[in-house]
């Protein structure tokens, strides 16, 4: 599957303070995430991950600072015009729950004018890539699994082909199981499709497992560590991180690294 070239996105002292609070949620944020990488950004709940993400499509807009993609500011750049080139994928889903799933995952491509060959045939691609039966197409997200929803989700994300995607927890309320499944085809899929990803956790395991980069927010929405998952166990930049990511358990987490990661490391 050919696919547009993958975006980078640098954070430039980027920072988000909402209306009516005292606090940022999001402080003094500098770091360049890699175009066709999977970047994990993790912290405790409330360390502004969400709020990190949603700077990078307008969804929330910056109090300060910059966020460049592809060298061209945010905010010189419509919302709309934005999204189109930005997939979005979260935890709670999201999909409509009175269209089936190909009008779900036609979507974005619909906007943008695609006719309806094309739509077509890019659904049915995209049920076969994240390993859904065709006839799924013409069901409603009520009759469909937890795990069948979180992939028509991804598919949907992916449906334009976008060089960016943003992941909120998508496998978030997902049995362990079928969320192990999901990170391992997820992994494969874009380390095949070569897209730049930012994925919002705050599950460790599921960072280490995933992330080519992991950027750890500590409270207060700065950031603690931008590193490798291998240099973050190795060696983590302070006490928060190292409680973070559970160095009482370092050597085992090695050897789990090696285990997960076995085919890229
Ligand atoms: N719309 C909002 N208005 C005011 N405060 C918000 C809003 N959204 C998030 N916050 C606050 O900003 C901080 C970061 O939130 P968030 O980005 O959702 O964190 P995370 O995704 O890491 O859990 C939290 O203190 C949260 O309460
Ligand atoms: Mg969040």
Excluded: C
């Excluded at 934005?82 to 190909?102: E, N």
């Excluded at 460790?204 to 490798?228: C, N, S, Y």
Aim: aromatic share 6%; charged share 30%.
């Amino acid at each position: 599957m050919s696919g547009n070239a993958a975006a980078t996105v640098e954070f430039d002292r980027a920072a988000k303070q909402y209306a009516g609070s005292e606090d940022y949620a999001i402080r003094d944020l500098s770091l360049t995430i890699p175009a066709g990488k999977l970047t994990i950004f993790i912290g405790p709940s409330g360390s502004g991950k969400t709020t990190a993400m949603r700077l990078v499509n307008r969804m929330i807009e910056l109090t300060d600072g910059d966020v460049r993609v592809d060298g061209v500011s945010v905010k010189d750049r419509s919302p709309a015009e934005l999204r189109r080139g930005i997939g979005y994928a979260i935890q709670q889903i999201g999909l409509f729950p009175h269209q089936t799933v190909a009008e779900n995952i036609a979507t974005v491509p619909k906007l943008i004018g695609w006719d309806d060959k094309r739509v077509k045939a890019r659904t049915t691609e995209l049920l076969e890539l994240i390993g859904l039966e065709p006839e799924l197409a013409k069901r409603y997200p009520a009759q469909l699994s937890g795990g069948q929803r979180q992939r028509v989700g991804v598919a949907r994300a992916l449906a334009a082909d976008p060089p960016l995607l943003l992941m909120d927890e998508p496998f978030g309320a997902i049995d362990p199981i079928t969320r192990g499944r999901l990170q391992e085809e997820f992994r494969r899929l874009q380390t095949e499709l070569g897209k730049t990803v930012i994925f919002v956790t705050h599950d460790i395991d599921e960072a280490l497992k995933l992330g080519d980069h992991i950027a750890v927010l500590r409270p207060g929405g700065e950031l603690a560590q931008f590193a490798t998952a291998e240099e973050l166990v190795r060696d983590p930049a302070d006490e928060f991180v190292e409680q973070f990511v559970g160095a009482d358990r370092m050597i085992a987490r090695l050897e789990w690294l090696t285990q997960v990661r076995g085919e890229r490391t």
